[in-house]
Every structure is written in C-alpha cells, then in structure tokens.
Nanobody, 115 residues
Framework: QVQLVQSGGGLVQAGGSLRLSCAAS????????MDWYRQAPGKPREWVAT???????NYEDSVRGRFTISRDNAKNTVNLQMNSLKPEDTAVYYC?????????WGQGTQVTVSS
C-alpha cells in the first residue's frame, strides 16, 4: 500500500502561479507513472498530467504549456507547477498512482483562480 499526502494550492488571481506537491509514503522509483487529476464543481474528475519513471510527460490539451509535472525520486514526491492560471482551472486537484491494479489518491487540494 501507499499513502499520498498533498500540499500546496490555494487562492490566486488569474495569470498567477501555484505549485502542488504530492508525497508518497514509499519509494516511487518502481512506480511506472504518477498523475494529477482535477475535479471542478458539478463536473467529473478529469486527467491533467502524467509523468513516467523515465520522466516522460503528457498533458491535457488545456494545460499544456502552462503546467509542468515533475518528480523527485529522492523525496518520493511529484509536483505540479501551474503557471498562467485561468478561472477555468479552479478545481480540487488530486494526485494519483496505479500500483498492482489498485488506484491510490491523494486527499485533494483546492485551487481557486479568481478573475
């Protein structure tokens, strides 16, 4: 099993930046991919970004070029740097990993972008 503990987030004006972090309770070197998802009020949870253990990254179209996912294997953390934030980025953000067929989620972090 693994626990994911998130930090960061908050309230920012449009155009601003925030950084989210997700700390895993175990070594993440062996975990093939970690992700960030988000869920806006009244909408389903949606995928945002993925990073593999080879540091390959992929992004949802609306965040590509503004968000950067990274991982620090020494600290067992995955980060999401969010720049040029827009009001439509407002959501609860979740880190995620799939390990041995089990989905693990962080506790969620609110990101609110004011116009």
């Amino acid at each position: 099993q693994v626990q994911l503990v998130q930090s960061g987030g908050g309230l920012v004006q449009a155009g601003g930046s925030l950084r989210l972090s997700c700390a895993a309770s175990r070594n993440i070197l062996s975990i093939s991919a970690m992700d960030w998802y988000r869920q806006a009020p009244g909408k389903p949870r949606e995928w945002v970004a993925t990073i593999t253990n080879g540091d390959s990254t992929n992004y949802e179209d609306s965040v590509r070029g503004r968000f950067t996912i990274s991982r620090d294997n020494a600290k067992n953390t995955v980060n999401l740097q969010m720049n040029s934030l827009k009001p439509e980025d407002t959501a609860v953000y979740y880190c995620h990993l799939l390990m041995r067929g089990v989905n693990y989620w962080g506790q969620g972090t609110q990101v609110t972008v004011s116009s």
